[in-house]
């Protein structure tokens, strides 16, 4: 019966621990892995980032700045600069930036800013 109890708690806590993000704390590696993750919503065809920007028939070339806050939320998305594109399609995207959730975590009280352009040719 003791075995038994043990297997299950084992179990338990393995499952809760998946379901956990990762904590990274370098600049490095929290910038690396937020452009990782948005190259990946880019993709084609599949990418959600992708399926919203030919949805919304976004195109050109936007430059924004990111900030990200602990949980891996966007907390900031500011526009450096747009070329090719219209304002209400840098406004659509900059909301979709803003309610991203990346798949780690950062330290508390810790915030990375980081430039990422974003392409679209339509």
Same mark, same amino acid.
């Given at each position: 019966?003791?075995?038994?109890?043990? +297997?299950? %708690?084992?179990?338990?806590?393995?499952?809760a621990?998946?379901?956990?993000k990762p904590? !990274?704390e370098?600049?490095? $590696?929290?910038?690396?892995?937020?452009?990782?993750?948005?190259?990946?919503?880019m993709?084609?065809?599949?990418?959600? +980032?992708y %399926?919203f920007?030919?949805e919304?028939?976004i195109?050109?070339?936007?430059?924004?700045? !990111?900030?990200?806050?602990? $949980?891996?939320?966007?907390?900031t998305?500011?526009?450096k600069?747009?070329?090719?594109?219209?304002?209400?399609?840098?406004?659509? %995207?900059k909301?979709?930036?803003?309610?991203?959730?990346f798949?780690?975590?950062?330290?508390?009280?810790k915030?990375? $800013?980081?430039?990422?352009i974003?392409?679209f040719?339509q």
């Amino acid at each position: 019966m003791k075995k038994a109890i043990c +297997l299950l %708690l084992a179990i338990l806590s393995l499952s809760a621990y998946a379901g956990k993000k990762p904590l !990274i704390e370098d600049y490095d $590696k929290v910038v690396a892995t937020a452009i990782k993750e948005i190259e990946q919503a880019m993709e084609a065809p599949e990418g959600e +980032l992708y %399926l919203f920007a030919k949805e919304n028939e976004i195109s050109g070339t936007f430059s924004f700045d !990111i900030t990200l806050h602990e $949980k891996g939320l966007v907390a900031t998305v500011f526009v450096k600069s747009n070329e090719g594109g219209t304002i209400k399609s840098q406004n659509m %995207l900059k909301d979709y930036v803003k309610a991203m959730k990346f798949e780690f975590k950062m330290p508390k009280g810790k915030d990375y $800013k980081f430039n990422y352009i974003f392409k679209f040719n339509q």
